[in-house]
């Protein structure tokens, strides 16, 4: 068993040190570790990946969670499994811009995010029902929204030619700016 955790170990620190700063990782958790919105998500939109995180730097991420918002956490334990994790990279995107990016989204630490309007997301998404009004729109916040917003606040457009109040995770990782990289 302790061989298993330190081969476990390594293979994290292995995939560690290849990200870069302003990288895009979008999860796949098992069904069974899934919130109610991310499993609504999964089935009705048919989405592969339910959350995005970013790469902030000395293995760390900024992410949403349901309970406190936009948090800082270690990168996750399992982030070797290809499985359950992808890493996307902007192509063409200076160290500037990189930390513009990180700086953008460091605006966020801690804001609440929106559980009313990613449930909102699945119908509109679903039926192309009209988009929330422009007010209600610049406050909802979740995990996909939150990078797309810092990268737009850096100059990257990741979603160019899309209605991009109703991006998910998958939108990020089948974005014309990026690549998978892991």
Not at 49 to 58: K, P, Q, T
Not at 69 to 82: L, N, Q, T
Request: glycine share 4%.
């Amino acid at each position: 068993m302790y061989f298993l955790r330190l081969v476990s170990r390594f293979k994290r620190r292995a995939v560690i040190s290849r990200l870069h700063k302003a990288d895009i990782i979008v999860a796949s958790p098992a069904f069974k570790r899934l919130s109610f919105i991310a499993l609504l998500h999964r089935l009705m939109l048919r989405s592969t990946y339910v959350h995005s995180m970013l790469y902030i730097g000395n293995g760390k991420i900024l992410h949403t969670t349901s309970n406190h918002g936009v948090v800082i956490h270690k990168v996750p334990g399992k982030i070797f499994s290809k499985k359950r994790y992808a890493i996307y990279r902007t192509r063409d995107i200076s160290r500037d811009q990189k930390t513009r990016v990180i700086e953008e989204a460091l605006k966020w630490h801690r804001a609440k995010i929106d559980h009313v309007a990613m449930f909102k997301l699945i119908p509109q998404r679903l039926f192309g029902w009209f988009r929330p009004a422009a007010m209600e729109e610049d406050k909802s916040l979740w995990c996909s929204r939150l990078i797309y917003r810092s990268f737009l606040s850096a100059g990257i457009d990741l979603l160019p030619d899309q209605d991009t109040s109703l991006v998910v995770s998958e939108d990020l990782a089948n974005s014309p700016l990026v690549k998978r990289v892991f």
